[in-house]
C-alpha cells in the first residue's frame, strides 16, 4: 500500500563508471547521481526540501555509498599498482647491488616476471633500469639506488599502503630481499635501498629489519 505522506529523494545520473563495491565485495558499475528531498503525498512528489547531494549507487546492489567509496582502487587497479611496485623495487634493488653477477640479474628478472612482466627479457630490464640512472651517479650513495629510482619508489609503493595488510606489505620487501641475496650477503648499498622501500611501504625499522633477517633464513624457491 502507497505511504499517504513521506519524504524521499528523487536521483538524476550525472556519470557511470566502475568501482570497487563494498557491499558486493567486487568489481562493478556505478551510477554517480545527484539528488534533491521532496515531500511526497501517495507516492507522487509535492514539495522540495532541499538537495540530497551527491552519491555513487551500484547498479548490481543499488546500495548508495558517499563518494570516497571512489578512492579504493577496483581489483583491476589494484593488480596493476601491486604490478608496478614489484617491478620498481626489483629495478631498485638490482641498481642497489649492481648488474654485474648473473643470479641478480636473473632474480630480478624472476621477480619482474612473476609480476606480469613475462613479456620483458634481461636487455629490456637493463635498459630500463640505466634510463632511470642517467645523471644519477653523484647521487647514487645518497639514495642507494639514485634518485630516479628514489622517487620511483615512492611512486609506486605509497600509494598501496591503504589497501595492502602487513604481510602483503612485507611480501614486497621480502621479494626485493631476495633480489639481494641472490649473489651473496647483502651489501650496505643493498640494505639501504631496502630499507628505502620498506620505509616507503610504510613498516617500522623493526620490521623491516625484520623481514630482512627473515629473507636470509627463507631463500626464493
Not at 92 to 120: D, K, M, N, P
Not at 153 to 179: D, K, M, N
Amino acid at each position: 500500500m502507497t505511504q499517504l505522506v513521506g519524504v524521499s529523494a528523487r536521483w538524476r545520473t550525472d556519470a557511470l563508471g566502475e568501482f570497487f563495491c563494498p557491499g558486493c565485495g567486487g568489481d562493478r558499475n556505478y551510477r554517480r547521481q545527484h539528488g534533491r528531498r521532496w515531500v511526497r503525498l501517495l507516492g507522487l512528489p509535492v514539495l522540495p526540501l532541499g538537495e540530497a547531494g551527491a552519491s555513487l549507487q551500484c547498479t548490481a546492489c543499488a546500495t548508495r555509498y558517499e563518494l570516497d567509496a571512489l578512492e579504493r582502487p577496483t581489483s583491476g587497479n589494484l593488480l596493476a599498482m601491486l604490478r608496478t611496485a614489484q617491478y620498481t623495487i626489483a629495478l631498485a634493488i638490482l641498481a642497489a647491488g649492481g648488474t654485474g653477477v648473473r643470479a641478480a640479474r636473473e632474480a630480478a628478472v624472476g621477480v619482474i616476471h612473476e609480476a606480469g612482466y613475462a613479456e620483458l627479457d634481461e636487455p629490456q630490464v637493463l635498459a630500463a633500469l640505466a634510463a632511470l640512472r642517467e645523471g644519477d651517479e653523484e647521487l647514487s650513495e645518497l639514495y642507494g639506488c639514485g634518485s630516479g629510482l628514489a622517487v620511483e619508489l615512492h611512486t609506486a609503493l605509497e600509494p598501496l599502503i591503504p589497501h595492502l595488510a602487513g604481510p602483503g606489505l612485507e611480501h614486497l620487501l621480502l621479494q626485493g630481499a631476495w633480489i639481494a641475496l641472490a649473489d651473496g650477503p647483502y651489501r650496505p648499498t643493498e640494505r639501504e635501498a631496502l630499507r628505502a622501500t620498506g620505509r616507503c611501504l610504510g613498516l617500522s625499522a623493526d620490521r623491516i629489519d625484520a623481514t630482512l633477517t627473515a629473507a636470509t633464513r627463507q631463500p626464493h624457491s
